[in-house]
Structures are given as C-alpha cells and as structure tokens.
C-alpha cells in the first residue's frame, strides 16, 4: 500500500477560532455542530489509525489576525510534543504592510511552510470569505506576496471559478512562488456550464508550472463522501495538471461532518486506482512531500 501524505488538515483549540464561538454563523461547509468544539492531535492521529498516513501538514484555521504568530506558534508545539504535524502553512495579513515582521517571526519556527491567506469570493454570501473578488490585484498584496519568495514558502491559493484569471496571473507574474490550488478549485456548481466554467479556470491555472492542484475538500459543497464524484474531480483534474502536480488533503475535521477518514482515504485510494504506480505515488504523496518539503 503506497503512504500517504495529507496535506491539508487542521487541529483546533475552539477559544482561539472566531467562527467556533459565540451565535452559529452559515458556513460553507453546511452545519457544524459536531465539530463545534477542540479537535486535538490526539483526536487526529486516532482518525488517521490505519489509512496509512506518513506524514501531514497543518494548514491554518482563521485564528484572530493578532494571532498569526501564535497559531504557528501554537501549532509546532504541538508538533514537538506529539511529532505531527510535519509542517505548518500558516496565515498572514498581505494586505497590510507591516506583515514583514509577523513573517520574520513565523520564520523562526523550523516547520513553516508557506502562508494561506484565503481569497475566495462568490456571489453567495454564504460561499464568500473576502471581502471582495480582487483582492489579489491589490498592490499591497502583491508587495507583500512577494516576500514568501525569500523565504521558500508556498501560497495557498483559495479562489472560484470566476477568479481563476486573475490567479493565474497572479501566478505568472510571481515564478519563484508555488501556489497550490485548494480543494480542486472548489467546485461549487456541478451544473454542465458551471463544469466548463470549472475546467477553464483550472487550465488557466494548470497552465502556469508553477501551480499545483490539492485533492482536498471535494464534500464541502455536496455534504458528503461520494466515491464517484471524487473520481470524476481526481480524473479530471489531474489530466490538466497531470499527477505529479496533483496532492491529497484531508481536510480533517471538517470532512468528518460527513464520513470518517477511512472512508475518506478509500475514496481517493479507488479514485487513483488506474493510475500507474509513480502516478499514485506522486498524487498520494510524493508531490506533497516535494511541495511542503517533508
């Protein structure tokens, strides 16, 4: 059975998570109740018992922007008390100027391996997290973006559809960065236009060799683990990248509203089955591995 390597999943303390207190908000995600509470590492290395994962990386969860520092701070004790996770992609305000200190310290620690400051915005209000569609087309974001060249790090990329032009230049413009797409483009609109809409994005982005597509988050719209419609996001989204820019993430907890890890990873473990071993491996986790620097 080859390893595995989840790219993308959170462990959480709901006292430093905003959206995990005070009144129940809609979320993206559907209701949340279940998860509405600590998720430990504990809590995760239990999920994970038997799926044949190696390795994982962290990806930030919306901590209070003073927290920047401390989630990473936060999360690689973590990692030096228990030994996951492997490393840590954490957040930073791009927007704001004075990121090149929250930056310098977050370097300090030695799991930190790129930033996720999320970017999606959709016409669903309960879809959106930025405040606007551009915000990548801000100069001060792309200023300060371009610091994460220095320090070898990764961006996160977390747009729609309807933004993936301006992602992929956004890409062009910044080579010596790696971004890495989230959750496969988050396919919100199964419908055949909103399909095409999908794939034009993707190649757009699959277009630019500096991007790589995480196999992450694919029952965020659907509420649920579907064996065939990961297969069809798997399929169609590694003929664009192809496999060895192609990555697997969890996105545990929040899949658990829906299915257990091992269900999960017997999804993508039947949707790569075709695939030749190197494919499998670089998918499962070989191309995280690189990525992330593990």
């Not at 993206?28 to 018992?49: H, S, T």
Request: charged share 20%; aromatic share 10%; proline share 7%.
């Amino acid at each position: 059975m080859i390893g595995i390597v989840d790219a993308h999943h959170h462990v959480w303390r709901q006292a430093d998570l905003p959206w995990l207190q005070g009144p129940m908000v809609p979320r993206i995600f559907g209701p949340y109740e279940p998860i509405r509470r600590d998720y430990p590492i504990e809590e995760y290395v239990a999920d994970l018992d038997g799926a044949g994962v190696e390795k994982s990386v962290y990806v930030q969860t919306n901590w209070a922007k003073a927290g920047a520092v401390d989630e990473v701070a936060w999360v690689q004790a973590t990692a030096d008390a228990h030994g996951w996770p492997h490393a840590i992609v954490g957040y930073a305000d791009l927007l704001d100027d004075a990121v090149g200190e929250v930056l310098e310290r977050q370097a300090a620690f030695p799991l930190m391996r790129g930033v996720r400051m999320q970017l999606h915005w959709h016409a669903n209000p309960q879809y959106r997290f930025a405040p606007t569609p551009d915000l990548m087309d801000a100069p001060a974001f792309r200023r300060n973006l371009r610091r994460l060249a220095a320090y070898g790090w990764s961006f996160d990329l977390q747009v729609f559809a309807a933004q993936m032009a301006d992602a992929a230049r956004l890409a062009a413009d910044n080579p010596d960065i790696t971004f890495v797409v989230q959750h496969s483009g988050m396919p919100e609109d199964l419908t055949a236009p909103g399909r095409a809409a999908g794939r034009d994005g993707m190649r757009r982005l699959a277009d630019q060799p500096n991007v790589v597509n995480k196999l992450s988050g694919l029952g965020t719209f659907i509420h649920r683990n579907d064996p065939g419609h990961v297969a069809d996001i798997v399929g169609e989204t590694a003929a664009l990248f192809g496999p060895d820019r192609c990555l697997f993430g969890s996105n545990f907890p929040i899949e658990k509203l829906w299915t257990s890890y091992a269900d999960l990873v017997a999804a993508f473990r039947q949707a790569v089955a075709a695939f030749p071993e190197p494919a499998r491996r670089s998918m499962l986790a070989e191309t995280a591995a690189a990525v992330y620097r593990l």
